[in-house]
């Protein structure tokens, strides 16, 4: 059975084989095509240092050094990847480019900028504290921009990372002052206001009902000052940590290798033998699906095998294929056709004065 399937494959493919090798040629020539008229695209990289500790982190905090599976610039690289899925953060990448003015114009063309910049991004790691960014645009100018623009997004999305507890807990203790102020204030008028309706008398000591007001009213002026100084000294250490942050940031990154405008294409060997290897499957596949095919629908008898395993019946003979010998004698000319015509005439009548019985 394999040997008929194969017999037929091959009688099908040999049939029509130019028609067959057609998609071939045009999946050719299309790679062709397409490598000699796509857009050059210019390639530019940075490599960003990823410190484990800054000094001022170093110096002020306590470091809890616990152990993980992921070096540091996978960890980063795994952040990074994951803001670029984010069109927040691609939006951001695209407000540092030249690409900003084509952000103007309705939200498919919007789309298709964020898909494109999305698509001309990537990052890996480079060793263990060290990050590849790398960027591929059809403009030097624009890719050197996209390079940059991710190492800045990324540091200033850090540092608001650090920062926004921080900033929030400064807003709130900056309000708890305000507040805390407003009631120093109103339990010293209260206090103030005591004394005055009550003075100290000229012989004696006071009372001691006005002795109990009077502590009471100096304990409350004591309770919101000491709210109040320990509000100002909080919102102090919320401003000094937000320093901190933005300065811890900038110290635990370090761009080792600036990118360059490139001067020339990137051209790669391996993508353009990638592409044409791709056509040319393609025609291929395209190939193979017609003689499949074809083999499949064709349900006549090609070959003497197809008898013997379709029908279990032996083959006794086969007509020879003539359309050769009919083509070749139709291109004499008329007067040797004329004469083959005779000669192959009287050839069988004596074939017949040799065997005269008919043939059953």
Known sequence: MVRLILVRLLESYFRHRWLY???????IIAATVFTLTKEPLYLTEGVLHVN????????????????????????????IN??????????????????????????ETIKTVLTDVRDAVWVKPEGNDQLLISATYKDPNITHQLVNAIVDNYVNWQINVQVTESANAQEFFKDLTQEY????????????????SHPEPERGSRPQIEQVQISRL???????????????????????????AENTIKQSYFLVDAPKIPTSPETSLRAIAANALL??????????VGIVGGALLDRSFRVPLDVNQLLNLPVLATVPDVSKAVAQERSLP?????????????????????????VS
């Open 181 to 196: 102020k407003s009631d120093l204030e109103y339990a010293q008028q209260e206090l103030d206001g005591y004394l005055l």
């Open 334 to 358: 008329v007067s040797e056709r004329d004469g083959l015509t005779k000669f192959s005439n009287s050839e069988n009548k004596q074939e017949k004065l040799r065997d005269p019985q008919p």
């Open 279 to 288: 056509f040319v499957v393609v025609g291929v596949l395209i190939s193979g």
């Open 82 to 107: 994951d803001l670029l899925k984010t069109d927040a953060f691609i939006r951001a990448i695209v407000s540092q480019t030249d690409l900003e003015s084509e952000m103007s114009g309705g939200s």
């Open 218 to 244: 100096e304990s409350e002026v004591q309770m919101a000052a000491d709210r109040y100084v320990s509000s100002i000294r909080n919102e102090e250490l919320a401003r000094l940590a937000i320093i901190q």
């Open 52 to 79: 484990r500790d800054s000094l001022i982190n170093s110096l002020t905090i306590d470091t809890n050094n616990s152990f993980s599976w992921q070096t540091p610039a996978e960890q980063k690289t795994t952040e």
């Open 21 to 27: 090798l057609l998609p071939i040629v045009i999946m």
